[in-house]
């Protein structure tokens, strides 16, 4: 109870410093209104392409139908009118799904941008290692490989929808009439491998489609009516995706928001170091209270919270007046940016952990801020410094490497806003992101505190 009364105390206290002081009010709204125009003034008629053609390279590794499971679908006597021959050449069933996968990416179109050029400029390569080279050498703008296994799952599908629809397999179908007729895959499954440079605005637009693609394919491989009123497997050959187009402005929008998250420490560091001299007269008093230092930290993180919140909508605000357009959902946006808030505010603990002096503090955290996000690609591409290979879950349920600057909260904060605002990137697929800048976020927050707490309420001089 005292600790609460304390917290509340120290809140109250830091909430009348702000609302008394002559400026600190203003400067919190002023600066992101003014931060964001400079930019908006400075990229706004800088436009990103066009209508682009990704450079795709595919590796096909898909294997095809067994043998027997071709025989199926080349004999008349047992499929009669449920034949996929009536949309598909023998190839596809000799050969794989794989190239039908390939010709349909091949012809995708915008549908935005009428006179536009396909999606994707596919290019098919027979080893992996030779397509990672002109990825590397960035000929590439993404590269996907096709599993061994894709015509089993593609065929899964089918089967799937067979049940669902009918109530039965279809070989099950098949077996009541011709027993020898051997099973389907039910639910054959494969993961296709999706590689390119998480830093370039190309592999970021490549990636969006194409896994977008991907996450729709047991949609695109649809049953029409065939002739006879048969139903056949097929693959729809008229998708076509819209594809928004962005001014520099629009393409550093995320970043901006994410920094104007970050730098609101440097406009408080003022109050938790007079805060600190108001109380440095009974500092004996509070070395012998360890309410007192659980106490302060717990308002004085309080306080931080409708500060932080103000800073994140009038940020977003801002930028809608600038008419930035999001591509997705802006509410889900405003959540993710307050995932920054335990990074930022550990930040503040740190920082004034060590200073007392409100200027110097102000001036450390100023500059801290933006080379974190720099270094979290908040605006620049970054190297690629993989800790740990292809284990990190994106998007569509493929992974990465987890680098180097994964440890940083910022850079999942960053990049799940890039991802909601540019590509409209769901919750579900930006939920890895989320988790860990909160999880990191947190850790950061843990020791912030534990080293305000232990050299301002515990050690004595």
């Known amino acids: 109870m005292m600790t609460l ?17 002559k400026w600190t009010i203003p400067y919190l709204v002023i600066f992101p209104i003014f931060f964001m125009s400079i930019y908006w003034f400075g990229f706004s008629a800088s436009p990103i392409g066009t209508t682009p053609s990704f450079q795709l390279g595919i590796v096909n590794n898909d294997e095809g139908l067994p043998e027997e499971f071709q025989n199926v679908f080349l004999n008349e006597t047992i499929i009669g009118n449920n034949t996929l021959m009536l949309y598909h050449s023998i ?20 549908t935005n941008h009428t006179a536009s050029p396909n999606i994707f400029d596919v290019s098919v390569y027979a080893s992996f290692s030779e397509a990672e080279e002109l990825l590397i050498d960035r000929d590439l703008d993404i590269l996907m490989e096709i599993p061994p296994g894709f015509s089993n799952a593609s065929i899964s599908i089918f089967n799937r929808y067979w049940k669902n629809t009918f109530g039965q397999y279809f070989h099950e179908m ?3 009439s011709f027993p020898e007729v051997p099973s389907l895959p039910v639910n054959f499954s494969e993961t296709i491998l999706i590689q390119g440079d998480e830093t370039s605005i190309n592999f970021r637009l490549a990636h969006s489609v ?24 097929t693959l729809n050959q008229e998708y076509r995706i819209s594809i928004p187009q962005y001014s520099l402005f629009d393409i550093t929008i995320p970043g901006l928001i994410a920094f104007g998250v970050l730098v609101q420490p440097s406009l408080l560091s003022m109050l938790f170091c007079m805060e600190y001299r108001s109380r440095n007269k009974t500092i004996e008093l509070i070395l012998l209270s360890p309410s007192a230092g659980t106490g302060y930290l ?10 932080m919140l103000g800073q994140t909508l009038i940020l977003f605000f801002t930028s809608l007046l600038f008419n930035f357009t999001p591509q997705g959902n802006v509410f889900l946006a405003i959540i993710i940016s307050l995932t920054i808030f335990p990074f930022s505010s550990s930040l503040l603990y740190m ?8 200027d110097i503090a102000g001036t450390i955290l100023g500059f801290g801020g933006p080379f974190l996000c720099f270094m979290s690609g908040a605006f620049i591409a970054v190297p690629q410094i993989s800790l740990i290979p292809n284990i990190f879950p994106v998007a569509g349920g493929f992974t990465r490497d987890f ?29 890895p992101e989320i988790f860990f800048s909160l999880l990191f976020g947190l850790l950061y927050l843990m020791v912030g505190m534990i080293i305000f707490y232990y050299m301002r309420f515990k050690r004595r001089d």
């Open 5 to 21: 009364k304390n917290s509340l105390a120290v809140c109250g206290r830091m909430g009348l410093q702000i609302i008394r002081s």
């Open 91 to 110: 190839d596809v069933l000799e050969k794989g799904f794989g190239i039908e996968l390939i010709q349909v990416l091949n012809s995708t179109t915008y």
């Open 174 to 176: 098949l077996q009541s």
């Open 210 to 233: 194409l896994t977008s693609f991907l996450e729709n394919y047991e949609d695109l491989t649809s049953f029409f009516e065939g002739p006879g009123g048969s139903i056949s497997f």
């Open 298 to 307: 717990l308002g004085s993180f309080l306080i931080q919270i409708p500060v």
């Open 351 to 358: 920082t004034t952990a060590f200073i007392s002096n409100e």
């Open 403 to 431: 680098l180097i600057w994964d440890l940083m909260p910022l850079t999942h904060s960053v990049t799940a806003l890039r991802q909601v605002l540019l590509y409209n990137f769901n919750i579900h697929q930006v939920l």
